[in-house]
């Protein structure tokens, strides 16, 4: 979970290739209208991300399921969306992705090819509400190695690739 540009879905990738798990891309799960409004630099509301997390929980639930564990990407921003991901069936944990502001502006103004526009970073920084101590989850500081970053989140989860 975090803002965007954060490196969620590059760490998310590395840490279920390291662990054997099931990858689910959040941003791939978007309704259309949604990926329109970002990319038109319109903040998404709640009742944007409504069907969102359901579709993201759902398949949670249907991993858990068939047996299988996911690293799952997603803003997760307020406690309220968090909320929806927890009635997945299964343990659901967070790592909460933190990286200073000034360095989120850069990397998004530098990468290529993706719907979210720098110009929404500052809305999506008033809207995050990090883990609050009873949230089952860990934050981590999201570094320029991704590689480094995903260690520090399987140490700091104490996770093993058990399936």
Known sequence: MGVSGT???TVGRLL?????WSFLEGD???????VAKMRAGIPLTDDDR???LAAIRDELSANADDGRS??????ALRRAYRDVLREARGRVRFVHLEVAPDELAR???QREGHFM???????QLATLEPLDADE???TVPAGHDAAATAAAARAALDVSGRG
């Open 7 to 9: 490196g969620k879905s």
């Open 16 to 20: 279920a290739d390291e662990l054997g």
């Open 28 to 34: 791939d799960v978007h309704p259309a209208a949604n």
């Open 50 to 52: 409504a069907p969102w």
């Open 70 to 75: 996911t690293v799952a990407t997603c803003s």
């Open 107 to 109: 990397r998004m103004t």
């Open 117 to 123: 526009p720098a110009s929404l970073l500052a809305s």
């Open 136 to 138: 089952d989850g860990v």
